[in-house]
């Protein structure tokens, strides 16, 4: 029997996913929107904190997810998939587990 991933936003595209978010080797760290590579592409691509430069240069290490997956693995993100292009988020995680999303540019919470 197979899995499906639940829809929480009808239609809501594609991103490019880090392969050790999918695998659950580590939390989402960070989020930013590109413009679409193609019209199933919604622009979002999430990162891991131990997604270092050489990692990111090999293409096997990112992979298309739809965007639901990504909220099944971490919540946060739903509010996100309307933020314009250009969007640039970090996703901070304290102590207990709390998770506040930043503006990385001033280094303010980010209120949705």
Known sequence: MSQTTPEFVPNAG??????NVLQG??????????????PVDNGWR??????GDEYLNSPGNMQVAD???VVEIEPAVLPLLHLPVGSDIEIARDADGRITLIDPSTGRPINL
């Open 14 to 19: 594609g991103s490019i996913v880090s392969t």
């Open 25 to 38: 080797v580590a939390p989402i760290r960070w989020a930013f929107r590109e413009p679409q590579a193609n």
């Open 46 to 51: 999430f990162l891991s904190a131990i997604d």
């Open 67 to 69: 965007f639901n997956r």
